[in-house]
């Protein structure tokens, strides 16, 4: 008892040191100024689990970012799934550990194989959809970017390791999230806790083995709150048990560190040498390059253009409007989750013509029945209208605004 009330007033006190940083009133006032737009979600906020921040960028003579924040119910503590919003970081840190293992012949496009040394893990030798047919680090990390692929992810999970995933969220600034599952395989317990060996090679050349991991470790967070929700769900057999649904044990990714983490990967220069991802410039240009393009403007991984739209992975703004067929001067460089109800989005807007640049990350939920893993949310009608709304009011407040200095964006420009 006495160490969760430790950790419950840490948390509080860090959360109103944070409030003290960023205002809290602006996007309110925003918001209703635009009843037509926000009128259902100002009503309901708390139904809609709704969370934002959003930062604007100023540049200084030497095209340095400087950051004003403004929040929107944030708050660390109160617990919202944060779906395929963690695979941003999982798959910095890959890179990050390839650089760091400093092995002759190995980098980001090198061959692997996965095998299985525990109870549910599978095993991998091909990718078809990439250009050799064979898997590597960068192609999981173009899936996962394109269209979030969830086993792109699981894989680069895998070879990071559960333990050293978390040790850099905490190193790079993470205080209010952890990464201890795979995604969409019902990973939990003592399952996620075991990860697979991995082989590096060049034809027939070995070049890095890596033994099977073992992870310890619970990452218990008794201060979240909103942990169990609604009042059922459908099991893995598609029976309905009428009890509330448990996100216990499971991945956390608070707003204000999914913010932090695409600052760092976008403004390293705003960071001191120290704090910086341990990435090369060649890996910033990729991973920039894939977060921000549309499943058809890449040739591998090919894919259907009905079933991945150019919008499929951009919400805040673009909205997945199926209707927009191309993208013009205005990009989105973001990691989005879409799971359970709640869309999340973690984004850089960016306007090359206009000089428009603005971060924001938004959580927002619809799941009116209650009911969880019945597949039945209001996506279409509540949470990807907010976010496109939510994109274009910001976008526009965003024109209005005076800067001193016009950005120099060359640096996302392909």
């Not at 599978?122 to 692929?149: G, Q, W």
């Not at 033994?211 to 598609?238: C, F, H, R, S």
């Amino acid at each position: 008892m006495r160490i969760f009330i430790f950790f419950y007033f840490t948390i509080m006190s860090i959360s109103i040191g944070m409030a003290q940083q960023i205002d809290s009133t602006y996007l309110v006032l925003l918001l209703q100024k635009n009843p037509e737009l926000f009128g259902q979600i100002l009503k309901h906020p708390t139904h809609h689990e709704v969370q934002i921040l959003y930062t604007q960028i100023d540049r200084d003579k030497n095209n340095i970012p400087h950051f004003k924040s403004f929040g929107y119910r944030l708050d660390p503590t109160w617990y919202f799934y944060p779906a395929s919003t963690v695979k941003l970081p999982t798959a910095i840190f890959a890179l990050e550990k390839i650089n760091e293992l400093k092995i002759d012949g190995l980098d980001k496009n090198t061959p692997l194989r996965i095998d299985s040394a525990y109870e549910r893990q599978t095993s991998v030798r091909t990718d078809y959809s990439s250009e050799n047919s064979l898997p590597s680090i960068a192609h999981y990390i173009k899936k996962v970017l394109l269209t979030s692929d969830n086993d792109g992810h699981n894989r680069l999970f895998e070879f990071v390791g559960r333990a050293e995933i978390n040790d850099k969220l905490k190193k790079h600034g993470s205080k209010y999230s952890r990464i201890v599952n795979r995604l969409a395989i019902g990973d939990k317990g003592i399952w996620a806790k075991h990860t697979n060996p991995f082989t590096f090679y060049k034809d027939d050349q070995i070049i890095y083995k890596q033994d099977a991991q073992y992870d310890p470790k619970d990452y218990e967070m008794p201060w979240l709150k909103n942990t169990v929700q609604g009042i059922a769900y459908m099991n893995a057999a598609d029976e309905l048990v009428h009890e509330p649904w448990s996100f216990e044990g499971l991945n956390v990714y608070a707003l204000a560190d999914q913010q932090l983490m695409l600052k760092k990967l976008l403004f390293p220069e705003a960071f001191p040498v120290k704090q910086r991802f341990n990435l090369t410039e060649d890996d910033y240009r990729f991973i920039y390059y894939y977060m921000s393009r549309s499943p058809q403007e890449v040739t591998y991984p090919k894919y259907d253009a009905n079933e991945f739209w150019p919008t499929y992975s951009k919400f805040v703004y673009f909205g997945r409007d199926k209707s927009i067929s191309s993208f013009q001067n205005i990009r989105s460089f973001n990691k989005y989750g879409d799971s359970y109800g709640y869309n999340i989005d973690n984004a850089y807007i960016v306007d090359f013509e206009k000089g428009v640049e603005f971060l924001v990350s938004v959580v927002v939920q619809s799941n009116q029945n209650g009911i969880y893993n019945d597949g039945i949310y209001e996506y279409e009608t509540v949470t990807y209208p907010f976010l496109k709304n939510l994109g274009e009011v910001l976008y526009q407040e965003e024109l209005k605004r005076p800067k001193l200095v016009k950005p120099d964006l060359k640096r996302f420009s392909f």
